[in-house]
């Protein structure tokens, strides 16, 4: 019996079963839902009978060994949504593939019927219908990665931008206060902003604040002394303040040398610095 | 030839570099202004490069060093003006012009240049 036959055999199988075997998985993929409510199960549901509506078409054209012909075209499609929107509602990798995998024991129950008393047949279909779905089921993992990957990258973007305000605190001081942990890409924007406002304002003194980063290490302090080092070019002065306790222990036991830099425990000790340079002063107002 | 001028006032030199900065318009400066500074007796020089939008390692070394060679002439030097890509670039290439005095513009250049004389 050819490799043709066999596809044959098996599609027919599976188009005769259809129903048979949507019912079996349906059954399996539900025991295992973990968030089990109706929208769910209904969304469910319809994933398997598209899916599997699909794979049966796919089936009869006899190609079993490739998933990238053009007649997979509509499985892989449908794939790919199913896995990327499994990906964006937080599905671990596992509950997806496991979407794919649970089909090889309805599948195979199956083919063991209509097999029957062919036991060289019933191999070789199995491992047919065995690699056909490793595939599907690695390619949908490849789709949820992708997906994944892509939200990893739009959150990226979206923290960049909503993590570097510059504000002025007064005539030609300015502040930026730093939260989060600051890498080459962000010392980039944080570097750019900066510039940019000391060219707009006219500042001569820029108070950087970092309360809000966690850890400071020698790659962090390198990034800060190069937007200080800039700022210093365009002839602006820096003062770093909001250093904690344990972020000066650290910063001392890394060595790192922050000795040509003005540095305050507070933001207040800072703005207090950088009035005395632009020559006001802060008094309390006198009750008569 | 083209040169960059460098005009005079009262003990002061100014620099005011308006064209793009080639190599040899680099080195050029560099002969005009130390031989100014002992000419003259300059007491301080202010480069202004503000109309210089990029810079390459060649041209970041020769402001760097121009700057250090006044200041060895005992003339003050202030660097002003400096665009934001510019000052990017030279904190990449590691020119922090150590030792050189910066402002954001002429105005604050000068008002520097004359706290550092009374």
Known sequence: MSMKDYADRISQTILDQEAAIAAEWLAQLEALLVRSNAAAREQLRSHCQQFLKAFAGATRSGELENIEHRSWDEVRDLLSEISATRARSGSTPAETATFVFSLKQPLFSRLRDAFTGDADGLASASWTINTLIDKLGLFTITVFQKTKDQIIVRQQQELLELSTPVVKLWDGILALPLIGTLDSARTQVVMENILQKIVDTGAIIAIIDITGVPT??????????????????????????????????????????????????????????????????IAAKRTA | MERIPILRMGDLLLVTIQVDMHDRLAMQLQDDLTARIVSDNAKGVLIDISALDLVDSFIGRMISNTAAMARVLDARTVVVGMQPAVAITLVELGLTLHGVKTALNVEKGMALLGKNFQ
């Open chain 1, 216 to 281: 400071v290490d020698t790659l962090v302090a390198q990034h800060l002394m190069k937007t200080i080092a800039a700022a210093r070019l365009m002839g602006a002065d820096c003062i770093i303040s909001g250093i904690r306790p344990q972020i000066a222990q650290t910063i001392v036991h890394l060595g790192v040398n922050l000795e040509d830099v003005i540095t305050k425990a507070t933001l207040a000790d800072a703005f207090v610095v950088a009035l005395e340079r632009t020559g006001a002063t």
